[in-house]
Structure formats: structure tokens, C-alpha cells
């Protein structure tokens, strides 16, 4: 056997891990919750539980200052994707008032070779990464909703990733001190 053939391709094997590990969770939350509504939740809890952790890795690793204004979040987001899922989205969709915009995936790594089944036709499925999101931006005194408007899994040509900037957060006051 050539030296080539046997050669992997680190990133594509490390992505297949990703979509399978991600598939294995996400298929043991459906047999343990029965209900898709509740694994939806849980999976944007789960992600919130990782994002307020990952913010600070991002932060130690891109040595980034503070957001001058949403633009700039939207834009460092970005580039969390490329570290964290290997992919670019686009940024897109700004809404009139500057305070909502998208996320365009045309893929998408957890949902590489998932087909889901009609029974789990509302699941939402990549509800972690909007968790994700909305965990790493409350660290950094961002309150914002994110959902998912398009996905792949329903037959939509891209998964469109929503967020939505609520309110800035005050800073957490020292226990005694207010
Ligand atoms: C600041 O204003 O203090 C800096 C804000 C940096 C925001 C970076 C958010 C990272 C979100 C990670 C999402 C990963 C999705 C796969």
C-alpha cells in the first residue's frame, strides 16, 4: 500500500467525529426525554453550559478586545465558527434597526450524513449552537436570543442561524457590595 493512501486527512477525520459524537448525544436525549420539545431545550441549555466556558478560550486565544458594536460581535462570531466548527458563515440578514442578523451556513459539520425522520420533523437539531451563542455573549454582557430560521435537515438550502440583541447586562456586582 502506497505511503499516500494511508495518509488521513486530520481535519475531515476529526469532523466525522464531531458529527458522529454529536449525532450519538443528541440520539441518547431522544431515547432519555421522549419528547422533541425538550431535546430541543436541552440541547440549547447544553450549549449555553458550553459557551459561557468557551468565551474564555476564545478570549486567551484571539487576544480580542471589547466589541466596538454588534458588527464587530457578528464578526468575531465568525471567526469563532472557523476555530471551534471549521466553517465560514456568512453574516447576513441585518434587520432595518441594526439589532438582528444571520448566520448563513452551507454547511454545516453536525448535520453532515443526518437525515431525520418524520416523527422528528421539529426537532432542532443544531439548537446547541445557538446556545453556544447566547452562553458566550452573556459572559461578555450580551443578553440575546438566537434561533434557527432555515435548516438543512428540513430541506432548506442553508441553515440560518438568528440572533438577536435584547439588552446590554450590567456587570455582576461583588457578593456585599451593592
Ligand atoms: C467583547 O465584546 O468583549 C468581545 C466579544 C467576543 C464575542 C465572541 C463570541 C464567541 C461566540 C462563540 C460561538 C461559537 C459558535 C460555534
Request: charged content about 30%.
Amino acid at each position: 500500500m502506497s505511503r499516500a493512501s494511508t495518509r488521513f486527512d486530520t481535519k475531515k477525520v476529526n469532523s466525522e467525529l464531531v458529527t458522529l459524537t454529536y449525532g450519538a448525544l443528541v440520539a441518547q436525549m431522544i431515547k432519555d426525554l421522549e419528547n422533541t420539545e425538550d431535546v430541543s431545550k436541552q440541547l440549547e441549555r447544553l450549549g449555553y453550559n458550553m459557551g459561557i466556558r468557551l468565551i474564555e478560550d476564545f478570549l486567551a486565544k484571539t487576544a480580542t478586545g471589547r466589541c466596538l458594536d454588534l458588527k464587530d460581535t457578528a464578526d468575531k462570531i465568525q471567526s469563532a465558527f472557523r476555530m471551534y466548527l471549521g466553517v465560514q458563515p456568512n453574516v447576513a440578514n441585518w434587520s432595518a434597526a441594526g439589532d438582528e442578523f444571520s448566520f448563513i451556513l452551507d454547511t454545516n459539520p453536525l448535520t453532515d450524513l443526518v437525515e431525520l425522520p418524520d416523527e422528528l420533523k421539529h426537532l432542532k437539531y443544531c439548537n446547541i449552537i445557538c446556545g453556544v451563542i447566547r452562553g458566550a455573549l452573556e459572559m461578555v454582557q450580551l443578553d440575546v436570543q438566537s434561533w434557527i430560521v432555515q435548516d438543512q435537515l428540513k430541506g432548506d438550502q442553508n441553515t440560518e442561524i438568528r440572533v438577536k440583541f435584547i439588552r446590554r447586562l450590567e456587570d455582576a456586582m461583588p457578593a456585599g457590595e451593592d
